[in-house]
């Protein structure tokens, strides 16, 4: 018990787990093992990718960690024929913002073998990738895509939220039979929690209600779920009793929990980091007003990132990204709002 | 300053840093005795009351409700009523300038580990340093944290190791056949790979059959048994509260099953819900859960018969049962009464060890001092 790991570890610990567990298990990127200096296992593998999240994973499995070159459109094709003749592949694509070259290998290809072959094709594949601002990244290296792949019919997607979460579902993840974009925010590798040493899954699709409350809910993904908490905290000074919940995956998505928490406080706030034109806060605001309408006792309010780049000026940025206060101000806009 | 006692936070589990008191049971000028109610304690994980560790007067509440207090800080001060103010009123000061500061050292808490039993990894938590060893027993679905209300108190007198049986808590997961057999020997492989020579086992559910069991097939090495609503000594038992809780796959389809262990269902917390949900996730645990419920029952009755192997043990036996027990019901301790000294215990449901924790602290002291003395070998 009380065994604190960071985010990147916990990561890291589910690979290794699952690569002992299952040899049709490999990993594969840029860097991943140790570029293009690597020598021997076990002693060059420094790198473990741009962030470190594969770090050691060389020195334990030498032939099952692959660097790849810089082209993602060929390692994402390669991952996903590997995973329909037999392997497990979880390929790592450094920045979420480099998706658009390998678009048909995911969208066109990945997605569709199920389907096309009547069930009888299976496509294992990981896609996991890093999104979010924060890191002064600027435009083309902090954005939040996962909204892209939730259109998708045939991908899984994954947002974990905190070190727990991050190691159950990318251990549901490899052992799913269908892709799985599995989508790290950068700013929360260092995040610490309690995480048990042995394996265990997180199934998709199954929200987690991280506090209960009666009179809002707010629904918060990825790294947005700590500062829902933050803002929860402070609104309980208040007098405001939220409830969080944090749907894990945006695909499938559990708007089962969601409807029946709204039902009971009759006001939702929706968090999500990524722009908000057809952003997941879009779709889970859509789907409330239709389903649970007559419930509502105030305007639905969404907190996203405006509808531009993420700026490169580091006051820019700050500004753009949501804040705890955006929260409680929207969550203050619900529980004021008069008919 | 000696006659003064400070009352301390307790460290009820193991990741407990901090408790809150949120209602005092006893004034200020109130007198106690040792094992009264002094206060009301909540922590992330669960509330209980805090016993008073020594007899005297309640001098101060030191603590004011709801503020977090560390483990091991002082929360109110109990002296006999001739100990002058002024002492109080001193070593209320520093007590309360030492929680201001956050300045408690931290309590060394449990000293946990693993031995490996039969190829398997059995783990532990052991607090006390010195006294006769107690093994406290979990049961079906629980682990050795289920204890923390009964082990720190049984540790001021006692050396009291919790375990976590095969398929449970940190152990490894596999359980063979998932026979009784597999579990005791368990518990009776953890004495002998940590040299205890006799120990007094404590059980609680299937940790009760578990323990009688061990006491039956390794007479030497058991010295009492202490069973909280034992399986297996009656046929009934509650078969739907034991395949929902084997079944449930999320928080949702569990948390209605939890309500069926206290005799106040609101201590059926999410919090509780979150942790066994985190248990039933683990790799290997949904096999073990169910290979262990195939023992357990047989239809709806139980499928365990320990009455036998009990009458057979010549050792001191105490047994406890909640009143309100909708798991394991109290009808099943009829029969026990020539074997044991039957404890019942009122607004306690199959959780008696967390719901009225010292009427079991108390049959455990009861069970050890009736113990004869080791014979010198």
């Given at each position: 018990?009380?065994?604190?790991?960071?985010?990147?570890?916990?990561?890291?610990?589910?690979?290794?787990?699952?690569?002992?567990?299952?040899?049709?298990?490999?990993?594969?990127?840029?860097?991943?093992?140790?570029?293009?200096?690597?020598?021997?296992?076990?002693?060059?593998?420094?790198?473990?990718?741009?962030?470190?999240?594969?770090?050691?994973?060389?020195?334990?499995?030498?032939?099952?960690?692959?660097?790849?070159?810089?082209?993602?459109?060929?390692?994402?094709?390669?991952?996903?024929?590997?995973?329909?003749?037999?392997?497990?592949?979880?390929?790592?694509?450094?920045?979420?913002?480099?998706?658009?070259?390998?678009?048909d290998q995911i969208f066109n290809q990945?997605?569709?073998?199920?389907?096309?072959?009547?069930?009888?094709?299976?496509t294992p594949v990981v896609i996991r990738t890093m999104y979010g601002a924060g890191l002064r990244a600027a435009a083309q290296h902090s954005q939040v895509l996962y909204?892209?792949?939730?259109?998708?019919?045939?991908?899984?997607?994954?947002?974990?939220?905190?070190?727990?979460?991050?190691?159950?579902?990318?251990?549901?993840?490899?052992?799913?039979?269908?892709?799985?974009?599995?989508?790290?925010?950068?700013?929360?590798?260092?995040?610490?929690?309690?995480?048990?040493?042995?394996?265990?899954?997180?199934?998709?699709?199954?929200?987690?209600?991280?506090?209960?409350?009666?009179?809002?809910?707010?629904?918060?993904?990825?790294?947005?779920?700590?500062?829902?908490?933050e803002a929860a905290e402070e609104l309980a000074g208040t007098g405001v009793d939220a409830e969080i919940i944090d749907p894990r995956t945006t695909s499938p998505l559990d708007t089962e929990t969601i409807?029946?928490?709204?039902?009971?406080?009759?006001?939702?706030?929706?968090?999500?980091?990524?722009?908000?034109?057809?952003?997941?806060?879009?779709?889970?605001?859509?789907?409330?007003?239709?389903?649970?309408?007559?419930?509502l006792k105030a305007p639905i309010q969404v907190v996203t990132a405006p509808h531009t780049p993420v700026p490169f000026s580091d006051v820019l940025e700050d500004l753009y990204i949501p804040s705890t206060q955006d929260i409680v101000n929207a969550v203050k806009t619900a529980t004021d709002w008069k008919r | 300053m000696s006659d003064i006692t400070n009352v301390v936070m307790p460290k009820w589990g193991l990741s407990m840093t901090t408790g809150r008191v949120t209602e005092w049971l006893v004034e200020e000028g109130e007198?106690?005795?040792?094992?009264?109610?002094?206060?009301?304690?909540?922590?992330?994980?669960?509330?209980?009351?805090?016993?008073?560790?020594?007899?005297?007067?309640?001098?101060?509440?030191?603590?004011?409700?709801?503020?977090?207090?560390p483990v091991g800080a002082t929360i109110a001060l109990l002296a006999p009523a001739e100990v002058p103010e002024e002492e109080i009123d001193q070593a209320a000061k520093a007590a309360r300038e030492q929680l201001e500061a956050g300045a408690v050292e931290e309590s060394a808490g449990p000293e946990i580990g693993k031995v490996t039993v039969d190829g398997r990894e059995i783990a532990y938590a052991r607090m006390g340093s010195e006294g006769e060893h107690i093994v406290l027993v979990h049961g079906y679905g629980g682990d050795k944290n289920s204890?923390?209300?009964?082990?720190?108190?049984?540790?001021?007198?006692?050396?009291?190791?919790?375990?976590?049986?095969?398929?449970?808590?940190e152990s490894t997961k596999d359980v063979g056949d998932g026979s009784l057999d597999?579990?005791?020997?368990?518990?009776?492989?953890?004495?002998?790979?940590?040299?205890?020579?006799?120990?007094?086992?404590?059980?609680?559910?299937?940790?009760?059959?578990?323990?009688?069991?061990?006491?039956?097939?390794?007479?030497?090495?058991?010295?009492?048994?202490?069973?909280?609503?034992?399986?297996?000594?009656?046929?009934?038992?509650?078969?739907?509260?034991?395949?929902?809780?084997?079944?449930?796959?999320?928080?949702?389809?569990?948390q209605p099953h939890l309500t069926a262990l206290f005799a106040d269902p609101?201590?059926?917390?999410?919090?509780?819900?979150?942790?066994?949900?985190?248990?039933?996730?683990?790799?290997?645990?949904d096999a073990s859960l169910n290979a262990l419920l195939a023992t357990l029952l047989d239809g709806d009755r139980a499928g365990i018969e320990v009455a036998p192997l009990l009458s057979s043990t010549r050792v001191p036996v105490r047994v406890v049962w909640g009143e309100a027990d909708a798991v394991v019901p109290i009808s099943n301790a009829e029969g026990l009464a020539d074997r044991a000294d039957v404890t019942r215990v009122p607004d306690a449901g199959h959780m008696a060890h967390m719901e009225q924790p010292s009427a079991v602290v108390r049959a455990v002291t009861s069970a050890v001092e009736a113990t004869p003395a080791q014979q010198p070998a």
């Open positions: 018990m009380a065994r604190m790991i960071s985010y990147r570890e916990a990561i890291n610990e589910a690979l290794a787990l699952e690569m002992r567990r299952d040899p049709s298990v490999i990993v594969m990127g840029e860097d991943n093992a140790g570029g293009a200096s690597a020598g021997s296992p076990g002693e060059e593998d420094a790198w473990g990718g741009v962030l470190g999240v594969t770090k050691g994973l060389y020195g334990e499995f030498p032939d099952r960690v692959l660097d790849t070159p810089i082209s993602e459109s060929a390692f994402i094709g390669a991952a996903v024929g590997a995973a329909t003749a037999g392997l497990r592949p979880v390929a790592e694509l450094m920045f979420i913002d480099f998706m658009g070259v390998c678009f990945a997605a569709k073998f199920r389907y096309m072959f009547g069930g009888k094709a299976v909204p892209l792949f939730t259109h998708i019919p045939g991908l899984k997607v994954v947002v974990p939220s905190n070190p727990y979460e991050a190691k159950g579902l990318l251990i549901q993840a490899i052992r799913d039979d269908d892709p799985v974009i599995f989508c790290e925010h950068k700013a929360l590798y260092d995040m610490q929690g309690d995480v048990p040493e042995g394996a265990y899954v997180i199934p998709f699709g199954e929200a987690n209600v991280v506090r209960d409350g009666d009179d809002v809910t707010i629904v918060a993904l990825g790294r947005m779920v700590s500062y829902a908490s409807i029946e928490s709204v039902e009971r406080t009759g006001r939702l706030v929706v968090v999500d980091e990524s722009n908000p034109r057809c952003s997941v806060a879009r779709d889970i605001s859509a789907i409330v007003a239709e389903e649970a309408f007559g419930a | 007198e106690v005795s040792a094992g009264d109610d002094l206060l009301e304690i909540d922590t992330d994980k669960i509330a209980g009351a805090l016993e008073s560790p020594a007899g005297g007067v309640l001098r101060r509440q030191i603590a004011e409700l709801d503020e977090p207090v204890w923390l209300f009964v082990q720190e108190p049984l540790s001021s007198s006692y050396l009291v190791d919790a375990i976590d049986l095969p398929g449970h808590g597999v579990l005791a020997q368990a518990v009776t492989g953890y004495l002998a790979e940590r040299g205890i020579e006799r120990a007094h086992l404590v059980g609680h559910s299937l940790g009760g059959a578990v323990a009688i069991a061990a006491a039956a097939a390794a007479p030497a090495q058991v010295a009492s048994l202490t069973l909280i609503a034992p399986a297996g000594v009656g046929p009934d038992i509650n078969a739907d509260y034991l395949r929902g809780f084997a079944q449930a796959q999320s928080r949702r389809e569990l609101s201590l059926a917390t999410r919090q509780l819900a979150d942790d066994l949900m985190k248990y039933k996730r683990l790799d290997g645990v």
